[in-house]
Nanobody
């Protein structure tokens, strides 16, 4: 059974930085696409960034491009999201998700496994 556990969320001032982690277990993830989503209060869950576990190709939502960096450490089975220049509109619960197959999608329903989420709050 795949398990995803996020950590690293917290409260930060606008312009600050946070690094989220997603520890994955239960599978060999070489044929998986791994993704970060976020959900703000009253809004739908939205795509943030994705990474191909095997090849390391990365993809970003326009709203975070140039500020966020997704990466993974194969040896630790852990995915990261480095978030810089944070804005109040980045406030949300951040989720990591995994799907079988290396093609990533920006639609949450395409993903097979989810973590419990970690809260990120950016104050103005």
């Amino acid at each position: 059974q795949v398990q995803l556990v996020e950590s690293g969320g917290g409260l930060v001032q606008a312009g600050g930085s946070l690094r989220l982690s997603c520890a994955a277990s239960g599978r060999t993830f070489s044929s998986y696409a791994m993704t970060w989503f976020r959900q703000a209060p009253g809004k739908e869950r939205e795509f943030v960034a994705a990474i191909s576990w095997s090849g390391g190709s990365t993809y970003y939502a326009d709203s975070v491009k140039g500020r966020f960096t997704i990466s993974r450490d194969k040896a630790k089975n852990t995915m990261y999201l480095q978030m810089n220049s944070l804005k109040p509109e980045d406030t949300a619960v951040y989720y990591c998700a995994a799907k079988i197959g290396t093609t990533y999608y920006s639609w949450p329903y395409k993903y097979d496994y989810w973590g419990q989420g970690t809260q990120v709050t950016v104050s103005s």
